[in-house]
């Protein structure tokens, strides 16, 4: 058989192990024209044929669709255009398979309920966008017109989640679980109480640099926790003296001493919300950050030994 001769259908598909069906479909959408027509009216093909079905084949089970391959064949675009578009296309479509791969992970560890599931696999196929809708509703709603203090852009900043393009397994569970969180009635107003508690705070100290209530509280306990201090102990006096002489211009009290534990009390049990703790160990899963020690130690301390002295003069 020479270069010129032609041949109908089913030569074609028993040179290229294609089905017959499979081969009219590619003519029939202009991808694969006939070389030629019998005077009934059959197609016939050519060698030609022959390299063109071949290369139409490898596309196709490269994933690309029919009009991408015809553009291709028709030498519309070059092959190396519609190659990076679609292993572009592909790198989206693993992200995808990885994210899905991860919550049914998720709920097969977590024992999830058929609700829970739904709303774990709806989390984690957000897209970006979407995403940063997401944690911008929540820190709107925590942050929100508490404070123009500059201060406040980097505390928010600084609890802004942000999955990175290609995350990992556990970046994914944490995603999930913080979103969860955030959407947190209960959640969500213990954050604003807090956020606008920060900010009459700032405003009873004046402006200028502020070490923080959560900060000050650590230097101040962390020895006396490591030490074994008891917290209700004589040896924790002058810990709490000194706790509340640093805590001080950071409270709105006006009172005396009794008055100031009383404030500070009530802002450390607030601060020690194990879903405070948790949403920070999160985000620094989500962030690739390392993990934050726990401030629960510092903060158990600090709030029995104020409640041991609430009622004294």
């Known amino acids: 058989m020479n270069s010129h001769e032609l041949y109908p259908i089913g030569e074609l598909a028993r040179r290229t192990g294609s089905p017959v069906r499979t081969i ?12 030629g027509r019998t005077p009934a009216g059959y197609r016939l093909y050519d060698e030609a044929s022959v390299a063109r079905l071949e ?9 690309l669709d029919l009009e991408a391959v015809r553009k291709v ?8 255009q519609v190659a990076a578009a679609h292993a ?22 977590r024992g999830a309920t058929p609700e829970e599931t739904r709303l774990m696999h709806r989390l984690a196929r957000l897209s970006e966008a979407e995403r940063q809708r997401l944690v911008d509703d ?20 600084s609890m802004t989640p942000e999955l990175p393009e290609d995350p990992g397994p556990e970046q994914v569970r944490a ?15 213990h954050v604003r109480h807090m956020a606008e508690e920060l900010a009459a705070g700032r405003a009873h100290s004046g ?6 209530l959560a900060v000050t509280v650590g230097e101040q306990v962390a020895p006396a926790v490591a ?35 009383r404030e500070l009390l009530a802002r450390l049990e607030g601060m020690n919300d194990p879903r405070r703790e948790r949403y920070f160990a999160l985000l620094a899963v989500v962030n690739g950050w390392p993990r934050p020690e726990s401030p629960g130690p510092v903060l158990d301390w600090a709030v029995q030994a104020l409640r041991a002295r609430v009622g004294q003069p």
Request: proline share 9%; with cysteine; net charge neutral.
């Open 73 to 80: 064949v028709d030498r519309e675009l070059s092959l190396p």
């Open 227 to 261: 030490a074994g201090t008891e917290p209700d102990s004589p040896r924790a006096d002058p810990v709490v003296s000194a706790l509340l002489a640093r805590c001080a211009p950071l409270l709105c009290t006006g009172g005396g001493e009794g008055a100031a534990r």
């Open 138 to 157: 929540f820190l709107d709603a925590a942050f929100g017109g508490v404070s123009a203090d500059p201060a406040f852009a980097g505390i928010r900043r």
């Open 175 to 189: 995603w999930v679980e913080l979103a969860e969180l955030s959407q947190d009635p209960g959640f969500r107003a």
């Open 88 to 109: 572009e296309a592909l790198d989206v479509q693993i992200r995808v398979l990885r994210l899905r791969r991860t919550v049914l992970a998720a709920v097969a560890e």
């Open 207 to 212: 402006p200028g640099p502020s070490r923080g």
């Open 24 to 35: 009219r479909f590619y003519s029939d959408h202009g991808i694969l024209p006939p070389a």
């Open 55 to 63: 290369l139409v084949r490898t596309l196709r089970d490269l994933g």
